[in-house]
């Protein structure tokens, strides 16, 4: 399956936005999450929902950050509320199988102060 994460760009912190991941296949087999990496950081996991729909959030973005999936249209989608500066980072998608994991190309997410 091949990926393309979009919906990112530059807003004030305080400020929503939304990332939408686009899939080559289906992917209501897969466990599919989103990660992000800043400047001169490791890539971290944001959040993750499993095959069940069952999500998972990294402290920093929980309560603010909601994941869902589509399995019918084949997307995943990363709502983004009370974005703060710190939530700067290229945001990549991800789908993950017992057999394969891919990675789409990712999405800059800047939040201004």
């Known amino acids: 399956v091949q990926l393309q994460a979009s919906g990112g760009g530059l807003v004030q912190a305080g400020g929503s936005l939304r990332l939408s991941c686009a899939t080559s296949g289906r992917i209501f087999n897969y466990n599919v999450g989103w990660y992000r990496q800043a400047p001169g950081k490791q890539r971290e996991l944001v959040a993750t929902?499993?095959?069940?729909?069952?999500?998972n959030y990294a402290d920093s973005v929980k309560g603010r950050f909601t994941i869902s999936r589509d399995n019918a249209k084949n997307t995943v989608s990363l709502q983004m509320n009370s974005l703060k500066p710190e939530d700067t980072a290229v945001y990549y998608c991800?789908?993950?199988?017992?057999?394969?994991?891919?990675w789409g190309k990712g999405t800059q997410v800047t939040v201004s102060s």
């Open positions: 929902i499993t095959r069940g729909g069952s999500a």
């Open positions: 991800n789908a993950d199988s017992p057999i394969s994991t891919a």
